[in-house]
């Protein structure tokens, strides 16, 4: 599904240059759950970044599901992202004035799906999280692990190949942060492909591979057990 | 455009700024006010001046003679000009193809008499043309024609003034009223645009006049109106050409100001115009300073909204918005903004205009209004402001790098 060969990324500060990535090899296959592990400043963030197509790499390859992504116009980069990803963020980045439904169909809408499609597809993703009864509410209104269920919601509701999730539980007290991993490893038992970006133990190890960075280099890429997070919720 | 997600969007934000709003729209619904008043005032002023002259044909010729300033041809400086009736005929075929009406003009005053009522009134004794050169309104009868001139008939056409003053609530049509004691019969009651003195007066065909001052064929003033189809230059040059031949036939120094008057109203009229134009000039130039400022206030509060946004449009732009989209959601605030304060403005000029213009009567000035044209063009103008107001942060939310927006640590 994700394929990396030797990606490089270094970002200007003045007049030195901070070498971020240095060289990543990585492979994610279909219907994994991939924990990227590594301290602030190793470079995780902007791996991830390249990964979602907000930022580009200096050298390297990236392939998505066969597609190479290179010198993407903003456009392109637009269409690839509604098509190919769902981002799920720490702090959730839901559009406040919208409500629960209409923030979830926000990517159905840019992928020009009519109104009524839309709001139906929607409700099945809301569903899906345990929000249905919540649809009309507005982001104030709900709690952090409501919103970060609508934020996966949303994330789903483009049907992605892959979901980006950068720190999903980074805002939340340890008990939601389960019942969003526990929403997390369903969605991937399902077969979707998902991407955990986290500096927390027990987070990483409710994923089935842990990759860890450091200083820009891959350190340690290891299958482990899965640890359930359904019995902690 | 249409879109019902879109205009959701601009509702909410509006909705959450109300005053900011407001503000930002206030200034250019001003700046339109302002503007539309600015023409409105114009227009009234232009209105002023062109009911002043309405009162002739706009493309008439007075033909005036004076008394010559210099010696000229063997004559002396001094002499005093005569146009004859030969000097109207001789015009008129000179120039077949130039003039359109001609009449000659003969002034008298006369002491009028009908029954017990007597007034003085001023006499034009005129040819049947006159009517179309002078704009004269026949309300009741006729008018003096060709047959009266021949037969120098003692008819006369009255003012309504002097039918008012002389016949009462009589009808004056037939009957025969005294001017200096000779009985002249009412084929016409006319009224007249210019103002009532114009209704003080009495036509009367020019041949009975002269026989009735001693047979003369003496005439005042030549009146004509050129061909309709010329314009300005043209109109001018005719002017000259009959000035040059009137002069040479009689042996009046070309250059001698005072001996004939040739006095064109093309002239007047083309004065006036580009005086008007030149206010309308200045009028939309100072609406569009303002209007100007209105346009950066807006511009302005959609940086500073964008600037509230950039995460919002971030997180658009990782679930795959398009910059074009983004670009088109920020302009179309944009614009809303401008056209509904602009209308506001336009609405509120046009009421008070319809309200207070028509009363506005005075000679300078009368019924300043708008006209649909203005409208259209203010609104283009709004449209094409509201887009220059939002393109500067258009660009600047569609540039928004979805990381930048994004990192909150």
Same mark, same amino acid.
């Given at each position: 599904?994700?394929?990396?060969?030797?990606?490089?990324?270094?970002?200007?500060?003045?007049?030195?240059?901070?070498?971020?990535?240095?060289?990543?090899?990585?492979?994610?296959?279909?219907?994994?759950?991939?924990?990227?592990?590594?301290?602030?400043?190793?470079?995780?963030?902007?791996?991830?970044?390249?990964?979602?197509?907000?930022?580009?790499?200096?050298?390297?390859?990236?392939?998505?599901?066969?597609?190479?992504?290179?010198?993407?116009?903003?456009?392109?980069?637009? #269409?690839?992202?509604?098509?190919?990803?769902?981002?799920?963020?720490?702090?959730?980045?839901?559009?406040?004035?919208?409500?629960?439904?209409?923030?979830?169909?926000?990517?159905?809408?840019? #992928?020009?799906?009519?109104?009524?499609?839309?709001?139906?597809?929607?409700?099945?993703?809301?569903?899906?999280?345990?929000?249905?009864?919540?649809?009309?509410?507005?982001?104030?209104?709900?709690?952090?692990?409501?919103?970060?269920?609508?934020?996966?919601?949303?994330?789903?509701?483009?049907?992605?190949?892959?979901?980006?999730?950068?720190?999903?539980?980074?805002?939340?007290?340890?008990?939601?942060?389960?019942?969003?991993?526990?929403?997390? #490893?369903?969605?991937?038992?399902?077969?979707?492909?998902?991407?955990?970006?986290?500096?927390?133990?027990?987070?990483?190890?409710?994923?089935?591979?842990?990759?860890?960075?450091?200083?820009?280099?891959?350190?340690?890429?290891?299958?482990?057990?899965?640890?359930?997070?359904?019995?902690?919720? | 455009?249409?879109?019902?997600?879109?205009?959701?969007?601009?509702?909410?934000?509006?909705?959450?700024?109300?005053?900011?709003?407001?503000?930002?729209?206030?200034?250019?619904?001003?700046?339109?006010?302002?503007?539309?008043?600015?023409?409105?005032?114009?227009?009234?002023?232009?209105?002023?001046?062109?009911?002043?002259?309405?009162?002739?044909? @706009?493309?008439?010729?007075?033909?005036?003679?004076?008394? @010559? $300033?210099?010696?000229?041809?063997?004559?002396?400086?001094?002499?005093?000009?005569?146009?004859?009736?030969?000097?109207?005929?001789?015009?008129?075929?000179?120039?077949?193809?130039?003039?359109?009406?001609?009449?000659?003009?003969?002034?008298?005053?006369?002491?009028?008499?009908?029954? $017990?009522?007597?007034?003085?009134?001023?006499?034009?004794?005129?040819?049947?043309?006159?009517?179309?050169?002078?704009?004269?309104?026949?309300?009741?009868?006729?008018?003096?024609?060709?047959?009266?001139?021949?037969?120098?008939?003692?008819?006369?056409?009255?003012?309504?003034?002097?039918?008012?003053?002389?016949?009462?609530?009589?009808?004056?049509?037939?009957?025969?009223?005294?001017?200096?004691?000779?009985?002249?019969?009412?084929?016409?009651?006319?009224?007249?645009?210019?103002?009532?003195?114009?209704?003080?007066?009495?036509?009367?065909?020019?041949?009975?006049?002269?026989?009735?001052?001693?047979?003369?064929?003496?005439?005042?003033?030549?009146?004509?109106?050129?061909?309709?189809?010329?314009?300005?230059?043209?109109?001018?040059?005719?002017?000259?050409?009959?000035?040059?031949?009137?002069?040479?036939?009689?042996?009046?120094?070309?250059?001698?100001?005072?001996?004939?008057?040739?006095?064109?109203?093309?002239?007047?009229?083309?004065?006036? $115009?580009?005086?008007?134009?030149?206010?309308?000039?200045?009028?939309?130039?100072?609406?569009?300073?303002?209007?100007?400022?209105?346009?950066?206030?807006?511009?302005?509060?959609?940086?500073?909204?964008?600037?509230?946004?950039?995460?919002?449009?971030?997180?658009?732009?990782?679930?795959?918005?398009?910059?074009?989209?983004?670009?088109?959601?920020?302009?179309?605030?944009?614009?809303?903004?401008?056209?509904?304060?602009?209308?506001?403005?336009?609405?509120?000029?046009?009421?008070?205009?319809?309200?207070?213009?028509?009363?506005?009567?005075?000679?300078?000035? $009368?019924?300043?209004?708008?006209?649909?044209?203005?409208?259209?063009?203010?609104?283009?103008?709004?449209?094409?402001?509201?887009?220059?107001?939002?393109?500067?942060?258009?660009?600047?939310?569609?540039?928004?790098?979805?990381?930048?927006?994004?990192?909150?640590?």
């Amino acid at each position: 599904m994700i394929e990396i060969k030797d990606l490089h990324k270094s970002y200007k500060m003045g007049s030195n240059s901070l070498h971020v990535l240095k060289g990543i090899n990585f492979k994610v296959e279909e219907g994994e759950l991939v924990a990227i592990m590594g301290s602030s400043g190793s470079g995780k963030s902007t791996l991830l970044n390249i990964l979602g197509m907000l930022d580009s790499a200096d050298s390297g390859e990236y392939t998505l599901d066969g597609v190479p992504i290179k010198n993407l116009s903003e456009t392109k980069a637009a #269409q690839y992202r509604n098509k190919f990803l769902g981002f799920i963020f720490q702090s959730f980045n839901l559009i406040n004035y919208k409500s629960a439904l209409e923030n979830v169909a926000l990517p159905l809408y840019y #992928q020009k799906v009519p109104r009524k499609e839309r709001q139906e597809k929607a409700m099945k993703y809301l569903e899906r999280v345990g929000l249905k009864p919540w649809a009309d509410h507005l982001p104030s209104e709900l709690s952090g692990g409501q919103k970060q269920r609508v934020a996966i919601a949303r994330a789903m509701a483009g049907e992605p190949k892959v979901l980006l999730a950068d720190e999903p539980t980074g805002a939340l007290d340890s008990k939601t942060s389960y019942e969003v991993m526990d929403l997390i #490893q369903k969605i991937n038992d399902d077969g979707n492909t998902i991407l955990v970006v986290t500096h927390e133990e027990d987070i990483a190890h409710m994923c089935k591979r842990i990759v860890h960075l450091k200083d820009g280099v891959i350190v340690e890429d290891k299958k482990i057990e899965q640890v359930r997070a359904e019995q902690y919720v | 455009m249409f879109d019902r997600d879109i205009w959701q969007e601009i509702f909410n934000t509006l909705k959450t700024n109300k005053l900011r709003t407001f503000l930002t729209g206030f200034s250019v619904g001003w700046a339109i006010f302002i503007l539309v008043m600015l023409l409105a005032s114009v227009n009234g002023m232009q209105n002023g001046f062109v009911s002043q002259f309405n009162d002739d044909a @706009t493309n008439s010729i007075f033909v005036r003679p004076g008394t @010559t $300033s210099k010696a000229y041809g063997g004559f002396e400086a001094g002499r005093r000009i005569q146009l004859k009736n030969e000097d109207l005929e001789y015009i008129k075929q000179s120039f077949p193809n130039d003039i359109e009406y001609i009449s000659a003009r003969y002034y008298a005053n006369a002491t009028a008499r009908y029954k $017990s009522e007597t007034g003085s009134y001023s006499v034009h004794a005129t040819h049947p043309d006159h009517q179309a050169i002078e704009k004269t309104l026949v309300v009741a009868g006729r008018y003096i024609n060709e047959a009266d001139v021949i037969n120098k008939a003692k008819v006369a056409v009255i003012g309504r003034k002097v039918a008012e003053d002389l016949f009462k609530n009589e009808d004056p049509l037939g009957k025969f009223v005294e001017f200096n004691g000779l009985p002249f019969r009412v084929i016409g009651v006319f009224t007249d645009d210019g103002d009532d003195n114009a209704e003080r007066r009495v036509y009367a065909p020019v041949s009975t006049y002269q026989r009735i001052y001693g047979n003369t064929n003496d005439i005042n003033i030549i009146a004509l109106t050129y061909n309709p189809t010329y314009d300005l230059t043209k109109a001018l040059e005719f002017s000259e050409r009959l000035e040059i031949l009137m002069k040479r036939r009689h042996k009046i120094d070309p250059d001698d100001q005072a001996g004939l008057y040739v006095w064109n109203y093309a002239e007047a009229f083309d004065n006036i $115009s580009s005086f008007t134009a030149v206010l309308k000039g200045i009028g939309i130039g100072v609406g569009f300073l303002i209007l100007i400022a209105g346009i950066v206030g807006i511009g302005n509060i959609m940086v500073f909204t964008i600037k509230e946004r950039t995460k919002e449009i971030g997180v658009r732009k990782a679930l795959g918005a398009r910059p074009r989209q983004i670009v088109n959601l920020v302009l179309l605030e944009s614009v809303f903004i401008t056209a509904i304060s602009g209308f506001v403005g336009l609405l509120f000029a046009w009421v008070i205009l319809a309200a207070v213009g028509p009363m506005i009567q005075t000679p300078a000035f $009368s019924n300043p209004s708008v006209n649909l044209s203005t409208v259209v063009t203010a609104t283009i103008i709004l449209i094409i402001a509201g887009v220059l107001a939002g393109l500067l942060p258009a660009m600047k939310a569609a540039n928004v790098k979805p990381i930048v927006a994004l990192s909150d640590k």
